[in-house]
């Protein structure tokens, strides 16, 4: 059997396309195929293997539920579990100090941060994916359920009349607020939007966790940036230890500003000397664990030490009877009882737990990431969905609030040696004693020492506007991206603000694929290689060919602007053209009937003037008399390159072959078909030959060839470096 193959769309008659391809084989019938080639049987299982392999395959899927399962029975007790203790003892003292720390910023009593910092290991240790990320409350995370926490129960709804105190020891003539009653709602409040965020095991059983990268990394770290200064703001009033009102949403920061310096004069010297003194100190220290950190086995756990000095200052000098200090005051002993959540408030937070999930769930992730890289092992980014989403809702049913994980606290609990979860199980149990046992010894501690622990804690957060010049250096479009969420967080707050910068994130890749990259390509001389004409001095083009390139996808938004940069490049509308040859050629016939243009006849060629005419030869063709040819025996074919023997003015066409280099667009939607189908018919009534290396785009535009067999000057095939 010979085959004959060629190039699509190439002369199927030229000799040099026409390749002989020999199969010589023995021709079958169904029985003498069977009879040559014996067929395998099939093995057939036992019940009792079939029984074993769905056992397998259940035993497959609960370890992929728990991942705990898998990775606990080849735990190396010899090698890790030292590591491990010491890990999780000096990640549980850190834990239980950032939890009492970021409740303030949740506005509920300290002891709940406690709560969010015990509950959330548990459910992670069995369901996460991790082995180094410590879960438990993140202060960005803590702010936006502050927010909601005090847009829904703010002080306002808690004033009884009569005498005595108000809030952070401000006179209130004839009014004062119920504590009891306030806290009590806003730790359900919090406690409730945190058992509203299922959404994310819903999200991880839908397998969306790839919806989170459109959080891009300019977009996390302008909003995280954002979300500190909102942090340091709402500590600022209580490091100073002044009265302000309760402000969320729009311009917060600011009103919060204004109350602060407003009451400026009523600054507690004792809580602004404690807390000025924390920062220093503990940023200091860090410093200093962070620069030697190859030479000192284990961090100096410096957030223990000045808490524990700090309490014991305070309780041996009375700073609250003697100096009116703000301190804890009651840490509870014990559990908080379970109790399920208000559902009455699940429309008025719904939108805000989406998006704190969201967060939550793309800094861990994130987090997990790196750590994940850094010691060669994988996570599953579905499975932390449903591991945070079960672990958010056994901590809210506890009065816990949102956990994702603090990344200075996930830096102790790697750098002291933490190698798996194991480590976070012992911090939990660091938590517990503190929750059971040594809590009332922390009851004396400045609530300013609190504040600044978490302040000194947002440099790592402050330090990412030093990204903000090398991306503007890298990709201008980022570095808005960056500018964009961050400033419109910190006006609009942090709902908004992520929203805001979600949907400009989104504008940038509309625009930035509206108005694709397209250039012109060149050769360089001596070498097979195209590059854009703009970016070198000694490149040539291939004369009468121009060589087009698109960096994006084409589709109904940019289809006209790319027709446009098409146009220019080859240098004329390919319709205009079509239609003044058109009307040119009207003219031609009208004077080829009255007589006024003569021809001399070669072969089936009629040359009248500049104006070739071509006989069809398949067609028998009338009586010539005096030049008078019948029109419709024949096709006029014009140069027209020379001067037209009619008053129109065509437009000059100076190339004979367009290359459309669509190797970097990856689709192109109905819309962009049509229109570039109509552009390459065009360009062919003009006799101009149209080539792409797009296989799947000659499928839709079956005028278009190939380019990969276009034979350049020199014999030089045409081809691309990217």
């Avoid at 409350?137 to 005090?150: A, H, K, Y």
Wanted: charged letters at 15%.
């Amino acid at each position: 059997v010979c085959l004959l193959s060629r190039w699509s769309g190439m002369d199927a008659h030229s000799p040099e396309n026409l390749y002989p391809y020999t199969v010589s084989r023995p021709i079958y019938s169904n029985p003498t195929f069977e009879e040559d080639n014996e067929r395998q049987a099939r093995e057939e299982r036992t019940l009792r293997e079939r029984l074993s392999r769905t056992c397998g395959s259940a035993l497959k899927v609960v370890k992929g539920v728990f991942p705990v399962i898998d990775w606990l029975s080849r735990y190396p007790i010899r090698e890790w579990l030292p590591s491990d203790v010491i890990s999780g003892v000096s990640t549980g003292l850190v834990c239980s100090l950032q939890g009492l720390a970021y409740a303030l910023l949740v506005s509920v009593a300290p002891v709940y941060g406690l709560y969010s910092a015990f509950f959330p290991i548990l459910t992670y240790f069995l369901l996460g994916t991790s082995r180094h990320i410590s879960v438990g409350p993140f202060p960005v995370t803590c702010l936006m359920v502050g927010s909601v926490v005090l847009t829904l129960a703010p002080d306002d709804h808690f004033l009884l009349p009569g005498n005595g105190t108000g809030v952070n020891g401000t006179e209130a003539d004839g009014i004062v607020v119920d504590v009891e009653a306030m806290e009590a709602q806003r730790i359900m409040v919090a406690s409730s939007m945190t058992v509203f965020l299922p959404i994310q095991v819903v999200m991880g059983l839908l397998q969306v966790g790839f919806l989170v990268r459109y959080l891009s990394d300019p977009l996390v770290g302008g909003f995280t940036t954002a979300a500190a200064f909102h942090v340091l703001i709402s500590q600022l009033k209580i490091v100073l230890s002044v009265p302000t009102n309760n402000h969320s949403g729009c311009f917060s920061i600011l009103y919060t500003l204004i109350d602060v310096f407003t009451n400026i004069r009523q600054t507690n010297r004792a809580d602004l000397v404690a807390g000025l003194l924390t920062i220093v100190i503990v940023m200091a220290v860090k410093e200093v664990n962070s620069k030697f950190r190859h030479k000192i086995p284990v961090p100096i756990p410096i957030e223990v030490i000045v808490t524990v000095v700090a309490a014991g200052i305070s309780y041996a000098t009375e700073l609250e009877s003697r100096y009116g200090a703000s301190i804890v005051h009651s840490i509870p002993r014990g559990f908080a009882p379970a109790q399920p959540p208000n559902t009455e408030l699940l429309w008025n937070i719904l939108g805000s737990s989406f998006s704190t999930a969201v967060v939550g769930y793309a800094v861990a992730v994130s987090v997990a990431k790196v750590y994940a890289a850094k010691h060669d092992y994988t996570i599953d980014g579905n499975q932390e969905l449903i591991a945070f989403g079960f672990s958010n809702v056994f901590c809210g049913c506890f009065s816990g609030f949102v956990a994702s994980t603090a990344l200075s606290r996930t830096a102790v609990q790697e750098s002291t040696g933490g190698k798996s979860q194991v480590a976070g199980i012992i911090s939990a149990v660091m938590v517990m004693i503190v929750i059971l046992a040594l809590g009332n010894l922390l009851e004396p501690l400045q609530k300013s020492v609190l504040a600044a622990i978490v302040i000194a804690n947002l440099k790592g957060m402050f330090m990412q506007v030093t990204e903000v010049p090398t991306l503007w250096r890298q990709n201008r479009a980022d570095c808005f991206i960056w500018l964009a969420t961050c400033l419109a967080s910190v006006v609009l707050g942090l709902d908004v603000g992520l929203l805001a910068g979600l949907v400009f994130e989104m504008g940038t890749v509309v625009v930035r694929t509206q108005f694709p990259a397209c250039s012109t390509l060149g050769n360089i001389p001596g070498t097979n290689i195209y590059r854009n004409m703009k970016d070198y001095k000694n490149i040539t083009e291939v004369p009468g060919i121009k060589i087009f390139k698109c960096n994006a996808p084409i589709y109904f938004a940019n289809i006209d602007y790319f027709k446009e940069r098409l146009r220019v490049t080859v240098g004329f509308d390919s319709v205009r053209v079509f239609k003044k040859r058109n009307k040119a050629l009207k003219k031609i016939h009208k004077l080829i009937k009255k007589g006024k243009l003569r021809a001399t006849e070669v072969r089936y060629n009629l040359i009248i003037d500049n104006i070739r005419l071509e006989q069809d030869s398949g067609r028998e063709s009338g009586q010539v008399e005096d030049g008078d040819w019948p029109v419709p025996e024949v096709e006029v074919r014009v140069d027209w390159a020379l001067e037209l023997p009619v008053r129109v003015s065509v437009p000059k066409v100076q190339i004979h072959s367009l290359v459309l280099d669509f190797s970097a667009v990856s689709f192109l939607d109905v819309v962009a078909v049509k229109s570039l189908r109509l552009v390459v018919i065009f360009l062919g009534r003009l006799r101009l030959e149209c080539w792409t290396s797009n296989e799947r785009l000659q499928v839709q535009i079956p005028e278009l060839t190939r380019y990969k067999s276009v034979v350049l000057p020199l014999n030089r095939q045409l081809t691309h470096c990217s």
